[in-house]
């Protein structure tokens, strides 16, 4: 996966980029929402202009709408999915932003909580690698946050090396090692 780090004024942001073709999983579901909004219109057209009666359309208005919301909430949020991580320095404060179109989760957490970012590795049921992933990591029981996943151990070592130097933190590669227990 691409990350960016950027620098804007004293903040530092790590974001999550998704490749533009993920972002045709989305295109299923926003037209199946646009077909049942395109019959919506129609209904209401009839509606507005009297050669329908509004008595008997509401009901079928509402699966209509019932229909395209729920087709197409999903496909906007997988058009719009946003995952970024804003650090604070003045503030020491790190921001988890999950962010679906206009709708913005916000995670607030303290910067000293974490000591080191952790490259570790994710394997399928036969023991092959499938992707090695970066996080911020403190000690136990500090939770991590999931900064990105890399196919090559190499891309994924490179972006903890600069992420650690951005963030004045070191680096572990877990690779290979067993988790521990919790």
Known sequence: MTVAITHDDQRLRVEWLKEWYFRLFALPFLAGSSYFLYYIGIVLKGDLTGTRYWSEDWAGLLILAGFALLIGVPGLILATFRYFIDVDPTSARLFVIKQFGPLRFRNERPLGEFKFISV???????????????????????????????????????????????????????????????
């Open 120 to 182: 570790t590795d994710h394997s399928d049921s036969d023991g092959n690698y499938t992707a090695y992933h970066v996080a911020l990591c403190g000690g136990r029981g500090t939770k991590p946050v999931m900064v990105s996943s890399f196919d090559t151990r190499a891309e994924a070592k490179t972006f903890a090396r600069k992420l650690g130097s951005e963030l004045k933190l070191g680096d572990r590669d877990y690779v290979g090692t067993e988790p521990d227990a919790h």
